[in-house]
């Protein structure tokens, strides 16, 4: 697979071993991919102190990473310059709605997705235009997923979605279409977010739109809407084009990420329903939140990805 590089300042959610292997883990909270440093980088050992005197101090370091192999290139402290701008950007979810532990194969899930027998998170409380049927939630899910960058467009928004880059970016894929919900159909737009941050966990999707090539994640989010099926009952449905194609019940989006024929450690070990104005986790307990306001973050992201693919 062919390298792709990037730089950025990023804070550290935890540092873990892999069970049976001597690498460490990193697990950033701006990036859903689980990091390894580059064995034969001359920094490694330099990096690797680094890494862990930025985790125990709670400050962000500058990486350099390759993107499509998962791997830490460089890791440098950042400039007293660099430090003000991050600090000065980064702003944090006021009042965060509760993380759940939960055991997916244990839902049921005629009852699980019903938004006021079982999903009762208070950030449902902010608004309540919710969308009136499935068929206007399909509406919703096509226009976002003919926004993916591997079409020809035009477009109808500004960069494109890059669907078909799956390993990396959903909090900017969300953001976006959380922008596409409530600004151009105008119903409300939650967050879900899914995390594998107890002991070995990780969560494993096999590709399928993109190649079947099997992808970790230590922690995903996509847009969740509430819909009317039918007079009475309100289902928790998610948008997320880069794994389905089409929208599906919040109990199917999380079961999807347990692929143990792509990890055997493959399981959701938490999940939380958060504003749509969330943007990443801001640290490895999914207690803390932070935002993109003005979208800046999200539009870089969606522009660095755009011409990335998911299985080699």
């Known amino acids: 697979m062919p390298s792709h590089r990037e730089t950025g300042l990023l804070t550290l959610a935890a540092i ?7 690498l460490m883990e990193y697990l950033f909270n ?6 390894t440093l580059l064995p034969t980088a001359k920094s490694a050992e330099e990096s690797s102190q680094r890494l862990k005197e930025a985790l125990k101090k709670k400050v962000p370091v500058k990486a350099v990473l390759d993107v499509r192999r998962a791997l830490i290139h460089k890791i440098d402290m950042p400039s007293p310059k660099e430090l003000d701008e991050f600090q000065g950007l980064r702003t944090f979810l006021d ?45 919703i899910f096509d226009f976002c997923a003919n926004q ?16 078909q880059y799956v390993r990396d970016g959903c909090y900017a894929r969300a953001h976006k279409m959380r922008w596409i919900i409530t600004t151009k159909f105008r119903y ?15 969560l494993a999707v096999s590709a399928n739109k993109w190649g079947g090539c099997c992808v970790t994640w230590w922690y995903h989010v996509a847009p969740l ?6 007079r009475l009952a309100v289902l928790a449905l998610v948008i997320d084009p880069s794994m389905f194609d089409k929208p599906v019940l ?6 999807a990420q347990e692929n ?29 939140f932070t935002t993109d306001p003005a979208y800046t973050a999200t539009d870089s992201t969606l522009l660095a990805y755009q011409s990335l693919v998911t299985c080699p």
């Not at 409300?188 to 070995?200: G, L, M, P, Q, T």
């Not at 809407?225 to 039918?230: A, D, E, M, N, T």
């Not at 919040?250 to 079961?255: K, N």
């Not at 070990?269 to 999914?286: L, V």
Request: with cysteine.
């Open 225 to 230: 809407v509430r819909v009317r099926v039918h």
């Open 95 to 139: 009042k965060p709605d509760k993380v759940v532990s939960i055991d997916v194969p244990s839902i049921d899930p005629t009852t699980f997705n019903i938004v006021d027998r079982y999903l009762k998170f208070p950030c449902f409380r902010l608004c309540t235009r919710i969308v009136p049927s499935y068929r206007r939630a399909k509406q």
């Open 148 to 163: 993916s960058c591997h079409l020809a467009g035009p477009y109808g928004i500004s960069p494109c979605i890059p669907f």
């Open 250 to 255: 919040l109990s199917t989006w999380l079961a």
């Open 30 to 35: 701006e990036r859903q991919q689980i990091f």
């Open 188 to 202: 409300c737009c939650e967050k879900v977010f899914s995390f594998a941050n107890h002991d070995n966990d990780r």
């Open 260 to 288: 143990q024929g792509c990890d055997p450690d493959a399981n959701v070990s938490m999940y939380s329903i958060q504003q749509g104005s969330a943007y990443t986790p801001a640290n490895y307990a999914g207690t803390a």
């Open 16 to 22: 873990r071993r892999r069970k049976g292997e001597q």
